[in-house]
């Protein structure tokens, strides 16, 4: 009974060590298989995947992190409208990785996306404002940007208090006058 049991044991051992080794290699042909579709389709101008192989070179997911090369792909998708793209062009100038820093063209890129309704970047064009980073300090415009990220950004919220403390109550009503009107003008 002993013996029938444990080669059962070593069969279910070798089974399952089977089953492992077959899956894994599968998976690897399905990743390498889906990272030359990624390539090809992100080398037609398929913005979506180009931002996808910027987010890999940028993180090193499945490539060795490369900031130049995560810098062209979102640039390419960027380029064509892609909001996060844009967004992610705008860090890169933002913090100098990838590409030499440049406020003004962080700022630039910020724009874009916040234009679009992308809650980051309109968080990250508010505090550029707050502190004249790349642009002429603006408190009004600052929290007007801010005040439209908090919809979409916790902590949002806490920027755009902290720039209404600088604040008179007429520019926080203006701020929010303005926040009122983009949100009226980026519907129709």
């Not at 913090?95 to 916040?114: H, M, Q, Y």
């Amino acid at each position: 009974m002993r013996t029938i049991l444990s080669i059962i044991l070593v069969v279910v051992g070798l089974l399952g060590s089977w089953f492992a080794v077959t899956l894994a290699s599968a998976q690897t042909k399905d990743a390498a298989s889906f990272d030359r579709h990624l390539l090809a389709l992100a080398a037609k101008g398929h913005a979506d995947s180009q931002y996808k192989l910027g987010v890999a070179y940028d993180e090193g997911l499945g490539v060795s992190k490369d900031y130049t090369e995560a810098f062209k792909w979102f640039s390419l998708a960027a380029e064509q409208g892609h909001a996060h793209s844009q967004f992610r062009v705008g860090d890169m100038y933002m913090s100098g990785l990838g590409i030499v820093k440049s406020d003004a063209e962080a700022v630039k890129w910020f724009r874009k996306a916040a234009e679009q309704g992308l809650a980051n970047a309109q968080g990250m064009l508010g505090i550029a404002y707050a502190k004249g980073q790349g642009v002429p300090q603006n408190y009004v415009l600052a929290y007007m940007w801010l005040h439209l990220a908090t919809e979409g950004r916790q902590g949002a919220a806490q920027f755009r208090d902290a720039v209404g403390e600088r604040m008179t109550v007429a520019q926080i009503s203006e701020a929010q006058k303005l926040a009122r009107e983009w949100k009226v003008t980026r519907r129709r």
